[in-house]
């Protein structure tokens, strides 16, 4: 097993460098995974391979960027997710029961991204807590913002209507949610991102 560690770290080291025969093996290790993920919610073989295919190319521009070879996984699923809600939303019928299956669309892609992963359940449960604990010492309208944005699915100017405030002090209170959640969840972060970072 050390072995076997040890090749992939070099070949991870190689990869960070621009050497394409690394990328490659990463590519032949992931890809069959990443477009089976996207076919799952896009329901279309041809678009989940386009899909695959640009998560990969996105991966090689930002390799720099990439802490360790367990990132490129927990990278490409993420940038993966990303895509795939841009298009369900950009597809999606704008009407209640379209935006109720987007949400419970983007509940399984977290749950499925989650899944992906070898964590272990006392982590995953201290991070739930400590995400609902850093909601909730959100100031009060900073707090509302985020949870009718985040979780009700709303538009900004919808939150500014029923809040009785104007659509740029939505974005400033969305961006202060952000900021602060972003900083309080550091030690977690790619895993807050799929809680926090999809709007």
């Known amino acids: 097993m050390n072995i076997i560690n040890n090749l992939e ?3 991870f080291k190689s990869f960070k460098e621009g050497d394409e025969l690394a990328f490659k ?3 032949e290790k992931y890809f069959t995974k990443i477009k089976a993920f996207s076919i799952q919610f896009v329901y279309d073989a041809d678009e989940a391979e386009n899909i695959a295919q640009e998560s990969f190319i996105n991966l090689w521009q930002n390799r720099e960027n990439i802490e360790s070879s367990n990132g490129i996984q927990s990278y490409l699923y993420t940038f993966t997710k990303s895509k795939c809600l841009n298009m369900i939303r950009h597809n999606k019928v704008k009407d209640k029961f379209k935006n ?3 949400n419970q669309k ?6 499925e991204i989650l899944n992906s992963f070898q ?5 995953l449960s201290e991070l739930e807590i400590l995400i609902n604990k850093s909601i909730n ?14 979780f009700e699915n709303k538009k900004n100017s919808e939150i500014a209507e029923e809040m009785g405030i104007t659509v740029k002090a939505v974005e400033a209170h969305m961006t202060k949610a952000l900021k602060v959640l972003k900083n309080k969840l550091s030690d977690y972060i ?3 991102a799929i809680f926090i970072c999809n709007n």
């Open 9 to 11: 770290l070099n070949i």
């Open 190 to 192: 790619f895993l807050a």
């Open 106 to 111: 983007e509940r399984l892609l977290d749950i």
């Open 137 to 150: 010492e959100l100031p009060p309208k900073t707090r509302e913002v985020f949870i009718k944005k985040r």
């Open 119 to 123: 964590f272990d359940t006392l982590e």
């Open 100 to 102: 109720d299956l987007l």
């Open 25 to 27: 093996y990463f590519y």
